[in-house]
């Protein structure tokens, strides 16, 4: 999971300003690094640093990227790959001139395509699918640029969501099967594509609509193109961005994040029924679905778990010792609330586990008299292949446990989770269709390895 | 407003640790700079800095903070003196060796004091209280430091919460009126100094009592003994606590943060009836009156405006054009549950107007059918003088300008107040002898200038 | 002008700490950035940034660079390519595993096979010869990466000394002309290359040999290879490494850089008769030279001029007014020498002739009787297209006027340069076939626009 | 030792600039710490931080230190004491208003003036002679600061060279004994106070004289006003001053450090005859005594050693396994000069002989026939107590060995020191009457516990 934001505006100097603003937006989507490029329509200029969008730029880094174009990228972590040298844009003269991309999304087939490259003689200086896809536009048989564009994205598998740019031009393409999300807003002076409709709505744009799956958008000073290189008839975005990545205020697919969450949770309500005193969500994925629940249920809602906002980047962990001592680091009980009562907590997914066990053992420690975990969301079972870069198999505690040895290991009086169709019927009309993977083990893009139909302990019902 | 921390081990030499979560905890006190002093019995270490806890520290400088005795501060910002010179605790060698002083607080006397001193050959470095006490201490006639600190209490008028150490001991010391709290909790190895419990809590402290107004812990290796130099028979705690200040975890005064907000928003459901679809607090300060009134209205409840997590300090300001084209930096709404909608907002308090101004605008843009405006606490009419730092009266909204003003400045159909009695009734006994002079004008320590019975156009009720 | 630096071991896994060792020695080749690769074996890691060697690294990086083999990099700034992006050692992946380089040199012609390789599909993400060195190795049409590096060398006009490692293996190769030097060494558990025999001396290894114009050598685990891609019977040195870039105590083709700069002011000596009563030299790069003058003339060497040693890299500037009341920065007085002399001034070379007219400048408010100029080395007429990188033509001040008008610019009593003839005699043999295109317009390899034969009103003699 | 300035111009607001570049020029006399306080008539400003002054200070932090009156001061390291808080100049407010003062020197009696004044109830906060002598003018019993800063000086025993400023005045002292130097100088708008000559060379002032020994200069806006506080009728200055610490550039009570560095050299060919085919100076600070000794001597001067002119302030440190290998961090050796030559190596001094083991070390790996130490200055016996901060007795090596066991620890074939009657002759005229207790134990001002008889193995002849 990453955050793509490109913006080309007509008259306007201000791409720098109008990147930054949308990557803060897209920021949830990624904390690891970020980076600007952006078009005075001579020359690319860029600036790439680990760390979060506020902390990277300043007016004085701005001023050094001018121009009316532009394009940025936040990167979420991926193991080994923690280095300046693998943050986004990407930034490469070719035989189009200069080119800048940036990508959302994972390919199945990257090793494929770069053992390929590479035996063709491509040198690789990056981690990244983006320096993959960049050479397979260089090479490809054309001096046309978007249709270098299209040539490439025919040979991706998996998925993607990219911003590309040139000194004149700004394209937005999705992967045929619309894994990773990209959307299309309009300014008063010109066009703006992000990941999410909440970055359009920061810079004040009007959200058009969705980049169709297999469609690509070119954007010049005249108004903007669109190609359908590969569309299938239907869309299998993300489900879990509903259920955990996307930012509430975001409309995804037609469909609010908020709401749908409310959904889940009046779903949940309307499936699991346990006699209790208090909701509480865990802050703050949780929040929404535990509203709904508990609109649903007529249990009372509390913010019975106040997060703490000033986690920086590398905490200090506290010893073993304090350890032992309940020292509280991120979450911390309002004990009034939760003290003998009978709490239902609310958690948007389960995928390794250790989370929800420390929260169930934060309420524990307070003296709940019963503590029910409700996962706004089906068991977790097989890993993502398409960007999100969860832990793999053996380390999702749903794919390698029973229910009860998952209720065990967390620790709470029950656990539940959400149906799959539940979650289709909070989701709505097409949720059958979205990528699911990470809860059927069927990947819309087949994964050398992984059976479709594999058995696992916890089956979703 | 800051936030102090104190910490005596017996055993373990994890002074810094403590200090340095305790500070964390209390990092919604003060943004702008911290410190620590720590004792290894022999010499005491520090280090301050500008900036966040989890920014300032980290395992390498905790290491060179050794010992079992340590003390803690988050500063506040208060015009003209952003320097690391005035970050506390301030440490001085003097003759009773090496001490350690950090301050939350306001000392009404604090000129005339410091020009009393220097008439007598002090110099100041600094633009602290902390300075002003310390000499006050080390000028007091006796060889007895506790004995001193006591002398120099009683020359304080004014606001304060002090944690003092030295190589061999920690003290807690609170004015005689209680403005500023402080806390004492009892760790498995030694006791805990805190502005609020959940510092305590973080620690895995728990909690004893409150300090009482007019009373000096001092703790030693023994244990700790209490002192009472000023004991009134009662506590002016400042009620803004409850509203805004604290931490909805802690418990202050025997009352929970989180639960007397939910009584304020009650409380204010009985006061004002409107009638609307939807309930949306301003975030965070206006999230538990928010469901207060929610519960008690029956009207529901929902997240409808969404705060980006990631603002930085020195954030980079949109351009005018970009402002006029309606950039969204903090606040982000969640259109569907607001678009078309009769809207009550929920916001803590309304100082100089301008934060809550920008949030109407902002349901305006989405298009809601109404806002209506409420305020959990009284109009803020005359500014505080014992830590809070708010802005003089001629920048406070309500000292300025009646109802009808107000409300057309700030935009909303509606704006109302909590009443002054329903703010006692929500926070429960012993609010009335609260310090509220925010609110009345009434100030328990004298401010020169300040009339307790000025004339408002907005008056409590 | 860069600096490189390899090293291959045996047994001790101490690559990074030879390589910053051997980099600091050569800093004065390029203060821009730096950089070092290492590899363990299985993996190589890197790590590049702008700023001194000494700045740079520290034992926490170093500890993050295991390994036995290693290359680095210092490099001198070049016009609008000030960026990190451009710091080397270059690493990337390829057919050949990862492969690493670093380049003290100038491509003739990198635009042109910048263009080839971009028409066939490469991408380029640096503004360094480096990169395009790497795409030719890749696309050498071999498995053998010896091979491959030999083919792409062939494909190089201009001047290079390489540095190549990859897991198992380090290479160095020089241009056929031998026009930057590089030299190889032997420490007691293995081999190393550099720049400069300093670096060698540096890091305790034993001087072997200069690696030869057109040479490759390949160090293994087992020792050495040497490939003879490219010899044509002569070096062609830039002679103005014993001018002004080498350290003096290397030694260079056989020759000790400090006693041919004492052999060029003996010649100065013998073929310019000035009565004078100080010769006092330009530091630093003009004292050995002074000190050589001084013995052959007689007339007594004063070290007259003191360099501030610690000017940084961002050096604020005086204003105008400041500058005016003579405000002297790096260089300063030592009046009581200079003051009412005849002074012998010796400069290593002029250039753009700024640098000299501030020191005569300087002298002139000394209140010398008399200053003459006095330049080791011959006018300097032609731009460097091997790695240099003077300025343009029309820059270089005896590329455009005349003796008696680069004496009125420059401002001395009079100023003499050293012959053609004496230049060759001080260096000795050999010195009539080393690079001198920069005084005579005779390229090696012959420069597009550039006539050998070119008119200048000042002429060598 | 540290470096001292202070500028008061009449009209133009560039106190800053001039302090910078005053600070800059004196930064030989200080590297640990720098910082600036300059008054624009209503208020100071200050800026101090760990570094070099080019390191510390840039344009934007020069822009926030407005004024026409400024003071600065560049700190030498004292163990335990490396902290910014001990950072001068120190700055506070007091019954005279705000105060900042500076300081070169160490007091003798500073403990028993910080317990006297501790005992009277001050506080301090740093480490500083500077709080001392500010709380000292802070006590004085009057009204006016010139008499409080002459009643302060005469309670300090010691050494002293101080800047002090007001908002409205810059005041020049120095101890009545003048063994730490200041200089006058004047510029075109205003008065320029410095530790050394070189700094008013560098702002472009022209010297006026030297300070005298207990004389206070207060330089306002009408011009200066001198007051004889403590004359004594001679001068004590520093003799090591004209050995090792003063800038060879700077004229200092009318000598010329350089040409007396060259007289020393030239008395030590006198007094020392060795028949050697080589004089080489181990760099910097041996330069211009080996430059006069090579004259006087007939035998050649030649830079053989190479100083790196870009070690950082954390270097890292060799391996031990390197370190035996013979590794070259600091200095490299010219071999072809030095390589079976008779050697005679010139230092300017010998204190703990660590630095001249190394270096005749160096020489005998480079293979000299032999190596012989002489040194620009007598034994050095005794420890500095005036603001040198030299190891204590114990690690004196001429306090505590006989020339034989001092020759054979450092290891030359033979080690010669000048004589104390050579010293006087070769710095002239009031040489006798230096202070020159590190040669002799004779202290101008009495230290406790110092036998100024004391009985060395080595004695100074």
Same mark, same amino acid.
């Given at each position: 999971?990453?955050?793509?934001?490109?913006?080309?505006?007509?008259?306007?100097?201000?791409?720098?300003?109008?990147?930054?603003?949308?990557?803060?937006?897209?920021?949830?989507?990624?904390?690891?690094?970020?980076?600007?490029?952006?078009?005075?329509?001579?020359?690319?200029? %860029?600036?790439?640093?680990?760390?979060?969008?506020?902390?990277?730029?300043?007016?004085?880094?701005?001023?050094?990227?001018?121009?009316?174009?532009?394009?940025?990228?936040?990167?979420?972590?991926?193991?080994?790959?923690?280095?300046?040298?693998?943050?986004?844009?990407?930034?490469?003269?070719?035989?189009?001139?200069?080119?800048?991309?940036?990508?959302?999304?994972?390919?199945?087939?990257?090793?494929?395509?770069?053992? !390929?490259?590479?035996?063709?003689?491509?040198? @690789?200086?990056?981690?990244?699918?983006?320096?993959?896809?960049?050479?397979?536009?260089?090479?490809?048989?054309?001096?046309?640029?978007?249709?270098?564009?299209? &040539?490439?994205?025919?040979?991706?598998?998996?998925?993607?969501?990219?911003?590309?740019?040139?000194?004149?031009?700004?394209?937005?393409?999705?992967?045929?099967?619309?894994?990773?999300?990209?959307?299309?807003?309009?300014?008063?002076?010109?066009?703006?594509?992000?990941?999410? $409709?909440?970055?359009? $709505?920061?810079?004040?744009?009007?959200?058009?609509?969705?980049?169709?799956?297999?469609? &690509?958008?070119?954007?010049?000073?005249?108004?903007?193109?669109?190609?359908?290189?590969?569309?299938?008839?239907?869309?299998?975005?993300?489900?879990?961005?509903?259920?955990?990545?996307?930012?509430?205020?975001?409309? &995804?697919?037609?469909?609010?994040?908020?709401?749908?969450?409310?959904?889940?949770?009046?779903?949940?309500?309307?499936?699991?029924?346990?006699?209790?005193?208090?909701?509480?969500?865990?802050?703050?994925?949780?929040?929404?679905?535990?509203?709904?629940?508990?609109?649903?249920?007529?249990? *009372?809602?509390?913010?019975?778990?106040?997060?703490?906002?000033?986690?920086?980047?590398?905490?200090?962990?506290? %010893?073993?010792?304090?350890?032992?001592?309940? #020292?509280?680091?991120?979450?911390?009980?309002?004990?009034?609330?939760?003290?003998?009562?009978?709490?239902? /907590?609310?958690?948007?997914?389960?995928?390794?586990?250790?989370?929800?066990? !420390?929260?169930?053992?934060?309420?524990?420690?307070?003296?709940?008299?019963? #503590?029910?975990?409700?996962?706004?969301?089906?068991?977790?079972?097989? *890993?993502?292949?398409?960007?999100?870069?969860?832990?793999?198999?053996?380390?999702?505690?749903?794919?390698?446990?029973? /229910?009860?040895?998952?209720?065990?290991?967390?620790?709470?009086?029950?656990?539940? @989770?959400?149906?799959?169709?539940?979650?289709?019927?909070?989701?709505?009309?097409?949720?059958?269709? &979205?990528?699911?993977?990470?809860?059927?083990?069927?990947?819309? #893009?087949?994964?050398?390895?992984? !059976?479709?139909?594999?058995?696992? !302990?916890?089956?979703?019902?």
């Amino acid at each position: 999971m990453c955050g793509v934001f490109g913006v080309s505006l007509t008259n306007r100097n201000e791409a720098a300003r109008y990147t930054f603003l949308g990557l803060y937006a897209l920021q949830h989507r990624g904390q690891e690094s970020c980076g600007i490029v952006t078009s005075d329509g001579e020359a690319l200029a %860029t600036y790439k640093a680990m760390g979060l969008v506020s902390e990277v730029f300043n007016d004085e880094r701005l001023l050094r990227l001018p121009g009316r174009i532009g394009i940025g990228h936040v990167r979420y972590p991926r193991p080994g790959q923690s280095s300046v040298i693998n943050a986004l844009p990407l930034l490469a003269r070719s035989r189009y001139g200069k080119v800048a991309i940036a990508h959302d999304g994972s390919l199945v087939n990257a090793d494929e395509l770069s053992e !390929k490259l590479q035996a063709q003689g491509v040198i @690789f200086q990056t981690a990244t699918d983006s320096e993959i896809i960049l050479n397979l536009i260089a090479q490809a048989d054309t001096t046309d640029l978007e249709q270098a564009v299209i &040539m490439a994205a025919r040979q991706l598998q998996g998925a993607f969501a990219l911003v590309i740019m040139t000194e004149q031009c700004l394209i937005g393409i999705r992967d045929p099967l619309g894994i990773r999300p990209l959307c299309l807003g309009k300014t008063e002076d010109g066009y703006v594509l992000a990941s999410e $409709s909440c970055a359009l $709505s920061t810079v004040g744009a009007e959200f058009i609509r969705d980049v169709l799956p297999g469609e &690509m958008i070119v954007i010049g000073s005249q108004g903007f193109n669109s190609y359908y290189y590969g569309w299938h008839g239907e869309e299998n975005l993300c489900i879990f961005e509903y259920i955990y990545f996307a930012r509430p205020d975001s409309i &995804m697919s037609n469909r609010s994040v908020y709401q749908t969450r409310l959904r889940i949770g009046s779903q949940l309500a309307k499936e699991i029924n346990i006699a209790a005193e208090v909701v509480v969500p865990a802050p703050d994925s949780g929040v929404a679905a535990a509203l709904g629940f508990a609109k649903e249920s007529g249990i *009372p809602f509390e913010l019975g778990l106040i997060k703490n906002r000033y986690v920086g980047r590398t905490f200090i962990q506290p %010893t073993q010792a304090m350890r032992e001592l309940g #020292v509280k680091i991120k979450l911390n009980p309002v004990n009034p609330v939760l003290k003998g009562k009978k709490v239902i /907590l609310i958690d948007d997914s389960v995928v390794r586990g250790t989370t929800s066990a !420390k929260t169930v053992q934060l309420l524990r420690e307070v003296g709940v008299a019963e #503590v029910h975990l409700i996962v706004a969301s089906p068991p977790y079972i097989s *890993p993502c292949y398409y960007g999100i870069n969860t832990s793999g198999k053996s380390e999702l505690i749903a794919a390698n446990y029973s /229910l009860d040895e998952i209720r065990a290991k967390i620790g709470p009086d029950s656990i539940s @989770f959400l149906s799959l169709d539940g979650l289709y019927r909070a989701v709505g009309n097409g949720a059958a269709q &979205m990528c699911r993977a990470c809860f059927t083990g069927e990947y819309p #893009v087949p994964i050398p390895g992984e !059976k479709p139909n594999d058995e696992y !302990k916890v089956r979703c019902v």
